[in-house]
């Protein structure tokens, strides 16, 4: 089955600094889409994407999804202390049997030092 | 309240014994998924259910899982006989049928099998 490998797996830094993390494939996707865990809390919906080479930002958030399908990034500039949490990437084949499922990587840890 | 809701939040069980979780899905939305968070994991699918369709039950690790949805909304999850890896947080998740891409999490079960 697909599988997806989410780097890096943890991260400290300093507020204010930008954070960069990404998602690698070995199967294509049609969707890419990146999630936010709080802690006690479900994933919420960051930001999605929907065609090769899109690039798409939410506020400080900005994400891509790669020309080979098989990639995506998501960027977070000037953090601040409330992006800390677990990020997510999903992948969704989009069309055919199954097409509803989303295969997520194993995340990665954001903390940042005030 | 408009969100996803599901309870209950932390179960705490010996091996052997059944558990049921329950889940409310967004008002409105047809579809519905479950998903399991192993500590330090990505999520893994579970099951889907779509309206009146039959659920996909691919994701289901074995015969001692399955679920449930009355009426088109609540969803039970039921766990028999549970093992100690089954230890984990369980997610449930609500879309509009043709938005599969924007899954909206509740804050999960916390299942602890001792």
């Known amino acids: 089955g697909q599988q997806l490998n989410q780097s890096p797996q943890s991260m400290f830094i300093q507020e204010g600094e930008d954070v960069s993390m990404n998602c690698t494939s070995s199967?294509?996707?049609?969707?890419w889409l990146w999630y936010k865990q709080d802690p006690g809390e479900g994933p919420v919906l960051l930001i999605a994407?929907?065609?090769?080479?899109e690039l798409t930002s939410n506020g400080r958030l900005t994400a891509q999804f790669g020309i080979t399908r098989k990639d995506s990034f998501l960027n977070i500039s000037a953090s601040i202390p409330s992006d800390v949490g677990i990020y997510f990437c999903?992948?969704?084949?989009?069309?055919?049997?199954?097409?509803?499922?989303?295969?997520f990587g194993k995340g990665t840890k954001l903390s940042v030092i005030p | 309240g408009a969100g996803v809701s599901q309870s209950p939040s932390n179960k705490v069980t010996e091996k052997g014994k059944d558990v049921e979780l329950r889940c409310d899905p967004i008002?409105?939305?047809?579809?519905l998924y479950w998903y399991r968070q192993s500590l330090g994991q990505g999520l893994e699918f579970l099951i889907y259910?779509?309206?009146?369709?039959?659920?996909?039950k691919s994701g289901l690790p074995s015969d001692r899982f399955s679920a449930e949805r009355t009426g088109g909304s609540v969803s039970t999850l039921t766990i028999q006989r549970t093992q100690q890896e089954d230890s984990a947080v369980y997610l449930c998740?609500?879309?509009?049928?043709?938005?599969?891409?924007?899954?909206?999490f509740g804050p999960g079960t916390r299942l602890t099998v001792l």
């Open positions: 199967s294509i996707f049609n969707t």
């Open positions: 008002s409105g939305h047809t579809a």
């Open positions: 259910f779509q309206g009146n369709s039959a659920p996909d």
């Open positions: 998740a609500s879309s509009f049928e043709r938005r599969t891409n924007e899954q909206f």
């Open positions: 999903a992948g969704q084949l989009g069309s055919g049997a199954g097409s509803y499922q989303l295969t």
């Open positions: 994407l929907y065609k090769a080479g």
